[in-house]
């Protein structure tokens, strides 16, 4: 079974850190572009960040720039999201993304491969 699996998920104080990854298990996605999205109670999933497959080339959502940071590891076949100076807004659940097309450009509908989200709740 194709897979994309998050960990990394939980709860955090205002301010605080986390490190979500997602890993790759059924088949190679080490050539494809990778992200994360996010989805707040009530609200439509939104891109938060992306990266292309070699890493060359990362974007961000505004509302985390600057304190976000992906990365990936094709050895591993795992891509990270560095999350810092969280705060409640941040809350919702992430989930990973995997395209044949730079993630930034593709509407949620349009991804390819999805991961089953992980819970990001920021207390105040």
């Known amino acids: 079974q194709v897979q994309l699996v998050e960990s990394g998920g939980g709860l955090v104080q205002a301010g605080g850190s986390l490190r979500l990854s997602c890993a790759a298990s059924?088949?190679?996605?080490?050539?494809?572009?990778k992200g994360w999205f996010r989805q707040a109670p009530g609200k439509e999933r939104e891109f938060v960040a992306s990266?292309?497959?070699?890493?060359?080339?990362?974007a961000y959502s505004d509302s985390v720039k600057g304190r976000f940071t992906i990365s990936r590891d094709n050895a591993m076949d795992t891509v990270y999201l560095q999350m810092s100076d969280l705060t409640p807004e941040d809350t919702a659940v992430y989930y990973c993304?995997?395209?044949?097309?730079?993630?930034?450009?593709?509407?949620?509908?349009?991804?390819?491969?999805w991961g089953q989200g992980t819970q990001v709740t920021v207390s105040s």
């Open positions: 990266i292309t497959w070699n890493g060359a080339f990362t």
């Open positions: 059924g088949r190679s996605f080490s050539m494809f572009h």
């Open positions: 993304a995997a395209d044949g097309t730079i993630i930034q450009s593709r509407r949620p509908s349009d991804v390819g491969y």
